[in-house]
């Protein structure tokens, strides 16, 4: 079993910035591919952001290149996203996921095994 813990939300100014957390505990993380997600007011869970078990491959959602960007540190056992150039849009609950090796159909959530708590982002205009 992996639990998940995400730290880092909270409200931000357009164009602000803030840097999530989510820490792993149970078993280490080096051999899963990690991903964050978020879920807006009124809409489903969408893909954000996922980083591959051997860490050279990222994959993201197309309105956040550029914006954003995911690492992992596996010695420390976690994962972050970085944003930046945060907009109203980027409201939402961002939620940390973790997948055992899985090297394909990243942006699917039905592929992680292992989900956190969530963190609410607000971006006000």
């Known amino acids: 079993q992996v639990q998940l813990v995400e730290s880092g939300g909270g409200l931000v100014q357009a164009g602000g910035s803030l840097r999530l957390s989510c820490a792993a505990s149970?078993?280490?993380?080096?051999?899963?591919?990690m991903a964050w997600f978020r879920q807006a007011p009124g809409k489903e869970r969408e893909f954000v952001v996922a980083?591959?078990?051997?860490?050279?491959?990222?994959d993201y959602l197309d309105s956040v290149k550029g914006r954003f960007t995911i690492s992992r540190d596996n010695a420390k056992n976690s994962a972050y996203l970085q944003m930046n150039s945060l907009k109203p849009d980027d409201t939402a609950v961002y939620y940390c996921a973790a997948a055992q090796r899985i090297s394909s159909r990243l942006s699917e959530w039905s592929r992680y095994d292992y989900w956190g708590q969530g963190t609410q982002v607000t971006v006000s205009s």
């Open positions: 149970g078993r280490t993380i080096s051999s899963y591919t």
């Open positions: 980083i591959h078990w051997s860490g050279v491959r990222t």
